[in-house]
């Protein structure tokens, strides 16, 4: 391959050593920097709980299939980060499931917003597919995530923060002015 022909914009690099973003040129338009470092995607995570667990927590399972608007609820809270109470988004869920039916598609962003910030893979099939098809498992499973990583679902997002902020607080050891002394 003549070496005005590469595909590559920085040529420091042969066909067999491909530069670190892969074997296709960079399609922003422009031309990196000579010795450029691009960083490699970071891989996806696996959930902490399979989809069909249920039952690992019977009393949230039990209030999903009863009532999967709270559930909801308390899920939309913690990951809007407090924008808007779990008590409205556990609102809108029942007035689009009461009039529509469709509640699962609404549901089903907020699986795709939780699975970005956490950096989740989309398993066991499309956030859409599990929604849709296993609603109450696909909540169960979200809650028990938010679970497992130290939040404390019924206290909601404020109640996390002041509980979180109060641990800080107490953990920090108190300072001492040195005392200059001659």
């Given at each position: ?59 949230n399972c039990c209030l999903t299939c009863c009532c999967p608007c709270v559930t909801f609820g308390q899920i939309a809270e913690i990951i809007d980060e407090g924008t808007m109470s779990g ?74 923060l002041q509980r979180n902020q109060g641990v800080a607080m107490t953990l920090t050891p108190p300072t ?7």
């Amino acid at each position: 391959m003549h070496p005005s022909s590469k595909p590559y914009a920085n040529e420091q690099y042969s066909e067999a050593q491909p530069p670190p973003y892969g074997n296709r040129p960079i399609a922003t338009g422009f031309t990196p920097a000579a010795g450029a470092q691009y960083a490699a995607p970071q891989a996806l995570l696996p959930w902490s709980t399979g989809l069909f667990d249920c039952c690992a927590d019977g009393r949230n399972c039990c209030l999903t299939c009863c009532c999967p608007c709270v559930t909801f609820g308390q899920i939309a809270e913690i990951i809007d980060e407090g924008t808007m109470s779990g008590t409205a988004s556990a609102v809108i869920y029942a007035v689009i499931n009461a009039t529509t039916g469709h509640a699962c598609l609404y549901a089903c962003l907020y699986r795709q917003k939780m699975r970005n910030k956490y950096r989740l893979e989309e398993s066991p099939c499309d956030d859409w597919c599990v929604h849709c098809f296993c609603e109450s498992c696909a909540l169960c499973q979200e809650y028990r995530e938010l679970q497992n990583r130290g939040y404390d679902m019924v206290m909601g997002w404020q109640g996390n923060l002041q509980r979180n902020q109060g641990v800080a607080m107490t953990l920090t050891p108190p300072t001492i002015e040195p005392v200059m002394k001659r």
